[in-house]
Nanobody, 127 residues
Framework: QVQLVESGGGLVQAGGSLRLSCAAS????????MGWFRQAPGKEREFVAA????????NYADSVKGRFTISRDNAKNTVYLQMNSLKSEDTAVYYC????????????????????WGQGTQVTVSS
């Protein structure tokens, strides 16, 4: 298992930016595809972005394409989510997660493939 700790959430006005960080420990971080997910009140957890283990393949939900960027620093065991042009509908608890198996793809994302989760960080966008 890998331990994940998110940080960087907060309150921001619509149109603003935030950068979330997710620090990983416990196993070889660089071998695992990482993902960001979010869950708004009363809604199911949904996929936001994923980045494969080598950092050369990304996948984004349509709702965040062109506004959010996922990146990773394997030397620091950290994955990031840069969020720009934030909207009120981006308000949610954001979670990072690691895939259950090494050297996976970021192309087809299934919630069930991610077995290690952080505690989440709240992002609130005021309109």
């Amino acid at each position: 298992q890998v331990q994940l700790v998110e940080s960087g959430g907060g309150l921001v006005q619509a149109g603003g930016s935030l950068r979330l960080s997710c620090a990983a420990s416990g196993r070889t971080f660089s071998r695992y595809t990482m993902g960001w997910f979010r869950q708004a009140p009363g809604k199911e957890r949904e996929f936001v972005a994923a980045l494969n283990w080598s950092g050369d393949n990304t996948n984004y939900a349509d709702s965040v394409k062109g506004r959010f960027t996922i990146s990773r620093d394997n030397a620091k065991n950290t994955v990031y989510l840069q969020m720009n042009s934030l909207k009120s509908e981006d308000t949610a608890v954001y979670y990072c997660a690691a895939q259950n198996y090494m050297f996976g793809s970021a192309r087809q994302i299934r919630l069930a493939d991610f077995g290690s989760w952080g505690q989440g960080t709240q992002v609130t966008v005021s309109s």
